[in-house]
């Protein structure tokens, strides 16, 4: 069974604040893993897709890095913003299922107080 | 508004009712998934489309449960004799098969079930 660890589980930050957050994942037969951010009553919104070991991925404010070998992944949040506020979800896919089903985390519920 | 798009958002029915979903994905999407998310997880994957084909199921697809996608555009999905259990976040997904299995799963705004 593929267990995706995500930590923390919540957090709360001042606006204007840094913050980071950890998903793990199992590092063999690793595939891909995706980053999504799910705001309240709206779609989960795709932020990276990452695949290769070493992967740096940066979209505004957010960026991302990819550890295969030991199964993490760091998203960042420089400068947190309200907006921010979401649930960020991690997936992995194995090379078992190619991208097919991904396995997902609990999610870090984030909230940036103003 | 060109994304994954699903109906109902909200339903609530009583234990024992069938109730149906709709998911229409992005259009030049061949692959649409179903995922469930309960109260504090993730979501969890329930089944995968490439057209029409039904390709996997998950292990937490009863047989209450069906899904379809006859031509391999909108899809459905069935529960019948629904029971409290099945409350959930039903969250369909859609991705194009191009480009190798990497692709990004692009997700709708789902579909909450409570039943009563």
């Keep these: 069974i593929l267990n995706v660890e ?18 793990s994942f199992p590092s063999s037969n690793f595939y891909a893993l995706h980053w999504y951010r799910w705001e309240t009553a709206k779609s989960p919104e795709a932020l990276f897709v990452m ?16 550890n295969t070998k030991e199964g993490y992944s760091y998203l960042y949040i420089k400068g947190s913003q309200p907006e921010d506020s979401a649930t960020y979800l991690c997936a992995f896919s194995s090379s078992w299922s190619g991208n097919t089903p991904l396995v997902f985390g609990k999610g870090t519920r984030l909230s940036v107080i103003a | 508004d060109t994304g994954v798009s699903q109906d109902p958002r909200h339903k609530i029915t009583k234990r024992g009712q069938n109730v149906t979903f709709r998911c229409d994905p992005i259009s030049e999407h061949n692959r649409l998934y179903w995922y469930r998310q309960t109260l504090g997880q993730g979501p969890e994957f329930l089944t995968y489309f490439q057209n029409e084909a039904q390709l996997e199921k998950s292990r937490l697809l009863s047989d209450r449960f069906s899904a379809e996608r006859p031509k391999g555009s909108f899809s459905t999905l069935e529960i019948q004799r629904t029971e409290q259990g099945d409350s959930a976040m039903y969250l369909c997904a859609s991705s194009s098969s191009r480009g190798g299995g990497r692709q990004t799963q692009y997700f709708g705004p789902g579909t909450r079930l409570l039943v009563l």
């Design chain 1, 51 to 66: 695949t290769l070991n070493g992967d740096e991925k940066k979209k505004g404010r957010i960026s991302a890095t990819l």
């Design chain 1, 6 to 23: 995500q930590s923390p589980q919540s957090l709360h930050v001042q606006e204007g604040d840094s913050t980071n957050f950890t998903c």
